[in-house]
């Protein structure tokens, strides 16, 4: 089955500054790569995605790249802000998994003012 | 109003204890899942069902059951609640359309402490 390794599980930055999250997967066929955002008490949300088939994307402030030769993907957050303290998810998908995600274990992101 | 809901938003119980949390949703999403967030360890999937006549087990299935009332409907049990089932609990949608990429909606969660 697949396996994904998020680093770093904690992350405080100044703010202004930009954060990246990175993450590797194990199952080659893998081919979507969500990313969620838990904010304090709430459930997690989804920020941004991308498909195996593109090596970018952008949001805003957001980016996700993905290198499937590596097998990793990463989150980038540019001039973050206080709002962007919470806790981040990445996520794989595969072909045979019925649409299940497996998540990491999660980043917990802290932007100091 | 939230579109998925979950109850009781906070639990606390005995060992040996029968506990069911509660799931409803109004987005009309044929897909439910029941999630557990343990520190350190990020969400992993107990159960999951993909309409009203389909369930199916999850990484962590033991000591957990599942029913689906409705297809608005999503209910998670412990027949016999652990103290190591201490956790947050997350119940979430996501509408197949025809596609697996679906973005998943989850609830606010439930925090259950076994004493």
């Known amino acids: 089955g697949e396996n994904v390794e998020q680093h770093p599980s904690t992350l405080s930055v100044q703010e202004g500054d930009s954060a990246v999250i990175k993450c590797t997967y194990s199952?080659?066929?893998?081919?979507?790569f969500p990313w969620y955002k838990q904010e304090l008490g709430k459930g997690p949300q989804l920020i941004i995605d991308?498909?195996?088939?593109?090596g970018e994307k952008k949001d805003q402030r957001i980016a996700v790249t993905l290198n499937k030769t590596a097998k990793h993907f990463s989150l980038h957050i540019t001039e973050t802000q206080p709002e962007d303290s919470a806790v981040y998810f990445c996520?794989?998908?595969?072909?045979?998994?019925?649409?299940?995600?497996?998540f990491g274990k999660g980043t917990k992101l802290s932007v100091k003012p | 109003d939230a579109d998925v809901t979950q109850t009781p938003r906070n639990r606390i119980t005995k060992t040996g204890k029968r506990i069911m949390l509660e799931c409803s949703q109004t987005?009309?999403?044929?897909?439910m899942y029941w999630y557990r967030q343990d520190p350190g360890l990020g969400l992993r999937l107990i159960y999951y069902?993909?309409?009203?006549?389909?369930?199916n087990k999850g990484e962590i299935s033991d000591g957990y059951s599942v029913s689906r009332q409705a297809q608005a409907k999503f209910s998670l049990s412990l027949e016999s609640a652990i103290p190591n089932q201490t956790a947050l609990y997350f119940c979430?949608?996501?509408?197949?359309?025809?596609?697996?990429?679906?973005?998943?909606?989850f609830g606010p969660g439930t925090r259950l402490t076994v004493l």
């Open positions: 979430a949608t996501s509408d197949s359309g025809g596609s697996v990429y679906n973005e998943q909606f």
């Open positions: 996520a794989a998908l595969w072909e045979g998994s019925q649409g299940n995600l497996i």
């Open positions: 991308i498909r195996s088939n593109v």
């Open positions: 199952d080659s066929a893998s081919n979507y």
């Open positions: 987005k009309g999403h044929d897909r």
């Open positions: 069902s993909f309409d009203v006549k389909d369930i």
